[in-house]
């Protein structure tokens, strides 16, 4: 087992991350105080970016596979990818009718997991005890859960983030491999330290969390303006950047810049930045280290023109919901559970048929994700060699209609796209209040020598981080 002191990293770095929030949880800046604050900028992680400082960004090969395979069941060699039934065919005989405890701060049978949830039950005899906790309590539960000797078999990740890989076994734990090529091979990179990988999911998975823009279809009429998903929809490469703050702009106008308009809210207030390859702290794969992108001309740049939209009364300075539902604000940049069909977000909109979905502009240099998707198995789990065959079951697209998955035939397209992108990064905005709250304070104008004030004290922690990673088993 890692070492103890980790948990009380674990609870002040989950205070910052939940200042921002994540899926299913509101987001807004918050304020903190501890020694940690000013790691509160973007957490990324993606293989995309090597090295320090890098500016030029490979795309990353999630359909990379290395080294010997698993063909289902326990290890074997080879690299194809059994279907979800033969995969589960060949589950031990010993696992059936048992129980897999899966941790998560949602209610999975409540959400699009549900029906794949009931139909891995009866597949397999096997019974899934689904433990719901708090989103602002959840790396404190998992591990008051270990010590008391009641882990779960399984959580849904937070992020590949030191505080949380500290409380999981790697996923080998499991008795199986996980190098069937099914599997997310660029994601588990992305989620191994010192040569352990601690993080997992389907490569083609169902459950996928990547950021796209909804409008408010009844703004836009009553603005009358062009719809953007016809846009995108009729020319790619029309849906640009600059498309996107010019309809921002439009709206506002056609709105006489009437207090409490604007032209978009993004859930992650760097989402810009990070679509334009900038990103304050990464995990970098490919050296298995943190690296500072705060020099970044992409970083700088970035933010530059996230606060000057902000300063031109574009952009909201603080996520709002609210505002878009009633279509005070146009835009709203989030993840894909408002195109879910069953999700409550946006629920008013997508029952009046009112919610519009359209990808990022294609001129980004990355897809962003809203939340990096991944599985881990918790220290102590009684039940670990269930993992595999409950997540090749319930990940699986054949264990949904996902035509039904989602609110409209344009939602599933746009998300669909989305997911098919391999120039991918992952990011989290973890906490985020001493340098973002700087930037807010200082404006466009003076991004480099904020970003510059925070470099040294990024440094520090990027090395503290770095020496815990060669601490793990």
């Known amino acids: 087992m890692k070492t103890k002191n980790f948990f009380r990293i674990s609870a002040l770095m989950l205070a910052a991350f939940i200042t921002l929030g994540a899926s299913g949880c509101s987001g807004s800046e918050g304020n903190l105080s501890d020694e940690y604050s000013y790691i509160t900028s973007t957490i990324t992680t993606t293989s995309t970016v090597s090295g320090e400082g890098s ?44 129980t897999i405890t899966y941790m998560y701060w949602n209610d999975p049978r409540k959400q699009m997991d549900g029906e794949a949830i009931e139909a891995f039950e009866k597949a397999t005899g096997c019974k899934v005890d689904c433990q719901v906790v708090s989103y602002d309590s959840f790396q404190e539960t998992l591990s008051a859960k270990i010590s008391a000797g009641n882990a779960p078999d399984l959580v849904r990740l937070l992020g590949n983030v030191t505080w949380q890989i500290s409380s999981l076994q790697p996923i080998t734990a499991s008795g199986y491999d996980f190098k069937d090529t099914a599997w997310d091979s660029q994601l588990m ?16 998975s169902a459950i996928s969390d990547v950021a796209v823009i909804y409008y408010n279809k009844k703004a836009l009429q009553d603005a009358e303006m062009e719809d953007p998903y016809e846009i995108w929809n009729n020319d790619h490469n029309a849906w640009t950047w600059e498309k996107f703050w010019d309809m921002c702009r439009e709206f506002v ?25 900038g990103y304050i702290l990464n995990y970098d794969s490919n050296s298995g280290k943190f690296v500072n992108g705060s020099k970044k001309n992409e970083t700088i740049s970035g933010w530059q023109t996230t606060l000057k939209m902000q300063e031109e009364g574009l952009l909201l300075t603080k996520h709002s919901e609210t505002s878009f539902d009633q279509g005070k604000t146009l835009f709203f940049l989030s993840g894909p559970f408002s195109a879910r069909a069953d999700d409550a977000r946006q629920s008013a909109l997508k029952s009046r048929n009112r919610l519009g979905v359209v990808p990022l502009p294609t001129d980004s240099k990355y897809q962003v994700m809203y939340e990096y998707t991944a599985f881990g198995i918790p220290e102590g789990a009684k039940n670990a060699a269930l993992v595999p065959y409950y997540l090749r079951y319930v990940l699986d697209k054949e264990s949904y209609d996902m035509n039904s998955v989602y609110c409209s035939k344009e939602a599933k397209e746009v998300v669909d796209y989305a997911c098919s992108l391999k120039n991918k990064i992952y990011a989290y905005s973890a906490g985020a209040s001493s340098v973002i709250n700087a930037l807010l304070e200082s404006g466009s104008g003076q991004v480099k020598a904020t970003l510059d004030s925070y470099s040294a004290s990024m440094d520090e922690f990027i090395a503290e981080e770095n020496d815990r990673i060669s601490s793990y088993d």
């Open 55 to 98: 500016d030029d960004a490979g795309e990353s090969s999630s359909d990379a596979q290395t080294g010997n395979s698993s063909t289902g069941g326990q290890s074997g060699s080879g690299v194809t990818s059994l279907s979800r039934d033969e995969f589960i065919a060949k589950m031990p005989s010993d696992l059936k009718g048992k």
């Open 189 to 204: 990179k992305d989620y191994t330290f010192n040569g352990k990988c601690y993080g997992v999911n389907l490569k083609d």
């Open 253 to 277: 106008d056609a709105n006489r810049n009437k207090a409490g308009y604007a032209g978009a809210t993004f859930e992650y207030l760097d989402s810009y930045v990070r679509a334009a390859g």
